[in-house]
Structures are given as structure tokens and as C-alpha cells.
């Protein structure tokens, strides 16, 4: 049986995790990636077709954006190559939403 030190995720942290969809949620972005959507649109050149992009700016520090792809395909292989790359100096986390993008 594992210990609780084996454990990923504490047990006081409330994590939530969506299943895999064609919107991806990206996290710990510069401010300068929101800009335009240009640089989003560069990251995931080869990866899979932008249809939308939405970002969302909490505060002077703290930037993320919405992205839908064209496909489940070209999300999971987006989440799956770009989670933990360093952007701008910082690693960007990515993971699935149930957040709609018009």
C-alpha cells in the first residue's frame, strides 16, 4: 500500500481535473503572450490549428489564456508537448477546461 509521502497531491489541496476537450487552459504566461495572439499562435505552430484563443488577465502578475484547437487530437498532443516547456523564461502549465469559447 503506498504511503502518503508517495502521494502527488496533498490531501489539504483541492485539485480538479477535466477530461481531455478541445479547449486547453494555459497558465503561468508573460503578460507579453497576451498581447496579441500571435504568440500563442506561434507556440502551438505544428501542433495543431487555433480556432480561438480568450486571455485572461487576474492581475499585473498573474496572465493565462484559453486556447481551442481544432481537434481532441491536436489538444491532447498540445497538452502533452507544450505542459512544463519554457516560454519567455517560464515553464507554462497546460491542462483541459470545460470553459467555452465563443
Known sequence: ???QSQFRFSQAKSISINPPSQTLHLSNIKGK???DDTYI????????NVQ???FIHIDKQKHMALVRLS???EALNG???LHGK???????NVSFTKSKLC
Open 86 to 92: 519554457e516560454v519567455m523564461g517560464r515553464k507554462i
Open 52 to 54: 480561438a484563443i480568450k
Open 79 to 81: 497538452a502533452a508537448l
Open 71 to 73: 481537434s481532441l487530437e
Open 1 to 3: 500500500m503506498p504511503q
Open 41 to 48: 499562435k506561434e507556440l502551438f505552430k505544428g501542433i495543431g
Open 33 to 35: 503572450m497576451c498581447e
